[in-house]
């Protein structure tokens, strides 16, 4: 979908109605994310939970926590990702073999 915070927003606001779907008997929520300021600290995250609970009745409250910046597993996630992305661009591959030989070779840094 993209990395805006609308399309964050409505991917977790698609996620949410599903979970309550499946899950009418829950009242609270409790969600952990990082602390991205576009993404999940804005205006848009904030109008988006409040519709959430405006239109689930059943919905009491919803919790959002975000952890430090520079001290999350997310950022651990992010350069695992971002490494993979880096070795699939290598049009130097030819079969899983090679693949895994590259990604076995390349570094990526860890944001501890």
């Known amino acids: 979908m993209g990395r805006k915070a609308t399309n964050i927003a409505s991917a977790l606001s698609k996620i949410i109605e ?13 969600m952990w994310s990082d602390s991205c ?17 405006a239109n689930s009745p059943e919905l ?18 992010d350069a695992v990702h971002s490494t993979i992305e880096g070795v699939l661009r290598n049009p130097e591959y030819y079969s899983p073999m090679g693949l895994l030989r590259i990604g076995k070779n390349k570094k990526y840094k860890s944001c501890k």
């Open 18 to 30: 599903e979970v309550l779907r499946d899950n009418p008997e829950v009242t609270e929520l409790t």
């Open 60 to 77: 009491q409250k919803i919790t959002m926590k975000y952890s430090t910046p520079s001290h999350s597993a997310v950022q651990e996630i």
């Open 37 to 53: 300021v576009p993404q999940n600290k804005s205006s848009i995250m904030t109008f988006a939970m409040g519709r959430i609970i």
